[in-house]
């Protein structure tokens, strides 16, 4: 897949080599916290207009005072999203092309990982499903008028960047029970919704070269890092200690959530990044490292049919559409 990214001087990328993002406006999905919230942080330090998406407003309010106090002179804003909700989808994107402004970048960030039963989001879909891919799904497509009018008037192509995992490599897609209403198991649900992203991000990619559009779709993973995945819904009391045990283990061992946001902004905001590139740390097995370079991908995720066919199920159960190349 090619050489890990290097900086201007030959040494590992860091935040200190994103370029300006002076005049760009960048929409980062669940910016309140982990990789999300680190995303949004370098962004706005770099100059970028920052909307920083969150479900829970009370938190996103403390994330952006967490980030002005980092970045006093930051331009950012908080927007309601709830990604497990298609109305708010609906109304969120509406609520940004209301502004007939361009967007530069959009990172397809948010996630839910694991919950210990099946759970449903608003418009019963699976919760990993129904929001890791369909609700992000939803907003990129709802978006591309403000991204392809980007892409008019930029000099620098925009981009639209979402989040997969090491996990995908074991994913499968089940085109009989998407929704796994039969046999319910949360690291098997998860490992496809994060399958099912990184297909997204490809086959995002290959339409847009079609339809000969600017913008860019790319895909990243954070390795593994010591985000509230790990602490979020509601555990047995065994099992939550087991989660609080092996967040001190990866935070001790494993990336922070500084260093697990570097593929992300790699992806966003580097000369060097692809179109249809995947980036990930380039440490053991992909887990760690600042070094940041393109990611192995699983043999499935390569599969254009599959692929195809996700699409078209996306399609039919949000009831959104594409429109590329404006």
């Known amino acids: 897949m090619g050489k890990a990214a290097k900086g201007s001087s030959g040494r590992d990328w860091t935040v200190a080599d994103i370029p300006s993002q ?18 949004a942080l370098e962004l706005a330090r770099t100059g970028a207009h920052v909307l920083m998406a969150c479900r829970d407003a009370a938190k996103g309010e403390q994330a952006v005072t967490r980030l002005l106090a980092e970045v006093p002179e930051a331009s950012v804003e908080l927007v309601s999203l709830d990604l497990a909700s298609l109305a708010s989808v609906h109304a969120c994107a509406e609520a940004e092309l ?3 402004l361009p967007l530069d970048l959009l990172i397809n960030n948010a996630g839910v990982m694991t919950p210990p039963h099946r759970m449903e989001t608003a418009d ?23 991204l392809e009018r980007a892409a008019a008037a930029a000099t620098a192509r925009p981009r639209v960047v979402t989040l997969a995992s090491v996990a995908h490599k074991t994913g499968k897609l089940h085109f009989d029970d998407l929704q796994y209403e039969i046999g319910y198991n949360p690291f098997t649900s998860y490992q496809q ?12 990619d290959r339409r ?20 509230n995945l ?15 045990v092996v967040g001190v283990a990866i935070g001790l061992l494993l990336n922070s959530e500084a260093d697990g946001a570097l593929p992300t902004l790699f992806a966003a905001t580097a000369p060097d990044a692809v179109d249809g590139g995947y980036y990930g740390p380039q440490g053991f097995a992909e887990w760690r490292g ?3 370079g393109p990611a192995k991908v699983a043999r499935q995720a390569l599969n254009h049919a599959s692929a195809a066919r996700l699409w078209t199920e996306c399609e039919q159960l949000t009831g959104t559409r594409f429109v590329l190349g404006m």
Do not use: C, W
């Open 230 to 244: 790990f602490k979020a819904h509601q555990y047995p009391a065994f099992e939550h200690a087991a989660r609080r």
């Open 208 to 227: 847009l070269r079609v339809s000969d559009s600017r913008v860019m779709s790319l895909a990243a993973h954070p390795g593994v890092a010591n985000t």
């Open 124 to 146: 019963g879909f699976e919760l990993q499903f129904g929001t890791n891919v369909l609700g992000h799904f939803a907003l990129t497509a709802l978006l591309m008028p403000a």
């Open 22 to 39: 002076a005049g760009r406006r960048a929409l980062v999905t669940g910016a309140n916290s982990g990789i999300g919230f680190y995303a």
């Open 193 to 204: 919704s994060k399958l099912a992203d990184l297909m997204f991000a490809f086959e995002l």
């Open 98 to 100: 209301t502004y007939g």
């Open 290 to 292: 600042g070094n940041v």
